[in-house]
């Protein structure tokens, strides 16, 4: 059972305060598969609550196995928002973090050295 589960609504007493926003869920893998009774659920929270939401990314772009429920409804109480489910295709990463990550800590380090100066 995969569940991102809705946003309680608004503790708040202006009007129309909104609400919770709902969870997330990101799955990512090069194949993502379901068997048995699986159950995915991105349904809607309380009064004026966020839905969930759920993000399948794969090398496919989509899903194998057998999801037995599939559900994003909004709850029952007046206000609420639907949730989402969605999937998508992974996409390569043009340059590594890791090389961002070094230009950035390198460029820090000269600017520090420089003031320093």
């Given at each position: 059972?995969?569940?991102?589960?809705g946003g309680d609504?608004?503790?708040?007493?202006?009007?129309?305060?909104?609400g919770?926003?709902?969870?997330?869920?990101?799955?990512h893998?090069?194949?993502?598969s379901f068997?048995?009774?699986?159950?995915?659920?991105a349904d809607?929270g309380?009064?004026?609550?966020?839905?969930?939401?759920?993000?399948?990314l794969?090398?496919s772009g989509?899903l194998?196995?057998?999801?037995?429920?599939?559900s994003?409804?909004?709850?029952?109480?007046?206000?609420?928002?639907?949730?989402v489910?969605?999937?998508?295709?992974l996409?390569?990463?043009?340059?590594?973090?890791?090389?961002?990550?070094m230009?950035?800590?390198?460029?820090?380090?000269l600017?520090?050295r420089?003031?320093?100066?």
């Amino acid at each position: 059972m995969l569940t991102a589960t809705g946003g309680d609504g608004s503790g708040g007493t202006a009007l129309l305060g909104g609400g919770g926003s709902g969870g997330g869920l990101l799955l990512h893998a090069p194949t993502i598969s379901f068997t048995g009774n699986t159950t995915v659920s991105a349904d809607g929270g309380g009064a004026f609550g966020g839905g969930g939401r759920i993000l399948f990314l794969s090398d496919s772009g989509g899903l194998s196995g057998e999801i037995t429920h599939l559900s994003v409804n909004p709850a029952p109480t007046g206000g609420a928002v639907a949730g989402v489910i969605e999937y998508g295709k992974l996409s390569a990463v043009p340059v590594p973090a890791s090389a961002w990550l070094m230009l950035s800590a390198l460029t820090g380090y000269l600017g520090l050295r420089r003031k320093a100066a």
